[in-house]
Nanobody, 123 residues
Framework: QVQLVESGGGLVQAGGSLRLSCAAS????????MGWFRQAPGKEREFVAA????????YYADSVKGRFTSYTDNAKNTVYLQMNSLKPEDTAVYYC????????????????WGQGTQVTVSS
């Protein structure tokens, strides 16, 4: 059974850092794009970051550029989202996902999804 499991969410104060993990099992995603999305209460799900598991270009939403970095660890079959200089507006449920498409930034292009992990940033 294919699974994506997020972890690492929690409560941090503004300006702090947090690292999210997304562990894949059941198959490898070496030819896939791994994406991060988030959804705050009352808002639609939005793109955060994406990276090819095999390496190469990464993509970030304008709201997180310079603060968030996504990277992979092939040996652990895990993708990470390092979040620095966190702001209260970053508060949301964060989801990892996998897409066979290159340069995928829209949720409809992703076929595999994790269950989400809550990130709360206090002021």
């Amino acid at each position: 059974q294919v699974q994506l499991v997020e972890s690492g969410g929690g409560l941090v104060q503004a300006g702090g850092s947090l690292r999210l993990s997304c562990a894949a099992s059941g198959r490898t995603f070496t030819s896939y794009t791994m994406g991060w999305f988030r959804q705050a209460p009352g808002k639609e799900r939005e793109f955060v970051a994406a990276i090819r598991w095999s390496g190469g270009n990464s993509y970030y939403a304008d709201s997180v550029k310079g603060r968030f970095t996504s990277y992979t660890d092939n040996a652990k079959n895990t993708v990470y989202l390092q979040m620095n200089s966190l702001k209260p507006e970053d508060t949301a449920v964060y989801y990892c996902a996998a897409s066979p498409r290159m340069g995928a930034t829209m949720a409809l292009l992703y076929g595999y999804w994790g269950q989400g992990t809550q990130v709360t940033v206090s002021s």
